[in-house]
């Protein structure tokens, strides 16, 4: 068993580490261990092992899990037997270990946990195997990024008799298995604020394609933003085609677009809804188609740009059987060209 130990200590100061940001740290052990005095046996004897730690990820509650082994160098003598014959203690345990920073090189660690301990002689009742509970404290001093210095004290107590443990360690700690390296962060280039495209008259054709800017609001425009189709919103009494106010209508808004670009041309349509006999509407729809243009044409717009066309009610764009239906038929329309 002794070659055992001294073999294992030997191999794992062999173990080289990548770097200081590791998974796991393998640490040759040797010391001693003082026990009271009715454990029937010697006191004091050495002891050696190795244990393993698994580091834990940032912003654990613990920073290590350490697993691990420790036995007697020497058999230990027997007090008190029968026989007086001697035996050897193997001790495996798991420890829950912090770690507290002192300086850049020099760390407090406090550990805690459980571990079964075994006797290959069984003396007496307090040579009996079983479980442990252990606690303790140390120190660590970092020698370099791949190797650093333990040492620890440890609290054993028996869960069969209460027999109490003192174990003292030295260890050489010895990081690998280099942990993923942290991809750094790409640099993105600012993006610049997306600008919404600006359409001025709120026809549906943004500014930088509208060749025909100023549109009335409401008119139905082609792709580059010239008026194609605008309602007048012309109301009419009741078998009536004269208009009773022009400057309070859409009439006098559609004159001011007719001004102000020469080129314009339009149709002006007149259309009913489907009260009347078909004769009477069409004569009716003429009649209000006439009398937009002869306002317009008071207004300035010049009578060769103009034309009027009544459809009566053979056109019409919404149910005649509701009265909200029959108000959107009674219509004039400003059919627009160039």
């Known amino acids: 068993m002794k070659k055992i130990l001294l073999s294992s200590l030997a191999c794992a100061t062999l173990v ?16 001693g261990g003082l026990g009271e005095g009715n454990h029937s046996i010697d006191r004091n004897y050495a002891n050696a092992g190795l244990a393993l730690g698994f580091n834990q990820s940032e912003g654990s509650l613990i920073d290590q899990f350490e697993l691990g082994f ?41 550990l805690a946990g459980l571990g079964v301990e075994f006797f290959d002689n069984e003396l007496t009742k307090h040579q009996k195997d079983g479980i442990f509970g252990n606690y303790g404290v140390g120190l660590k001093y970092q020698l370099t990024d791949a190797l ?8 054993l107590i028996s869960a069969q008799n209460g027999d109490n443990t003192l174990l003292y360690n030295f260890g050489l700690a010895i990081p690998f298995g280099e942990k993923a390296a942290k991809v750094a962060p790409v640099a993105v280039a600012p993006v610049a604020p997306v600008i919404a495209p600006i359409d001025s008259d709120g026809d549906g054709v943004i500014d930088e394609l509208d060749q025909c800017p100023d549109t009335m609001k409401g008119a139905k425009v082609d792709s580059v933003g010239c008026m194609t189709l605008v309602n007048l919103n012309v109301n009419f009494d009741t078998a009536k085609s004269d208009i009773k106010d022009i400057y309070g209508t859409r009439i006098h808004e559609f004159a001011k677009v007719m001004n102000a670009d020469k080129k314009l041309k339009a149709s002006i349509e007149g259309h009913t809804d489907s009260v009347g006999s078909v004769p009477y509407n069409q004569k009716l729809s003429e009649r209000r188609a006439a009398s937009v243009v ?18 009566g009610k053979s056109r019409p764009i919404a149910s005649n059987d509701t009265a909200e239906g029959k108000a959107e038929n009674r219509r004039v329309h400003a059919v627009m060209s160039k």
Not at 86 to 98: A, L, M, P, Q, Y
């Open 70 to 110: 420790l036995r007697t160098i020497q058999d230990v003598d027997g007090k008190n037997s029968v026989r007086n014959q001697d035996t050897s203690i193997t001790r495996v345990f798991g420890n829950f270990v912090k770690d507290y920073g002192l300086t850049n090189d020099l760390s407090l660690y406090a």
């Open 294 to 311: 002869k306002a317009l044409e008071n207004l300035g717009v010049e009578k060769g740009r103009l034309n009027s066309v009544g459809y």
């Open 16 to 31: 080289l580490a990548a770097n200081s940001d590791y998974k796991y740290e393998i640490t040759p052990l040797i010391g």
């Open 148 to 155: 650093a210095l333990k040492f620890d004290l440890r609290h």
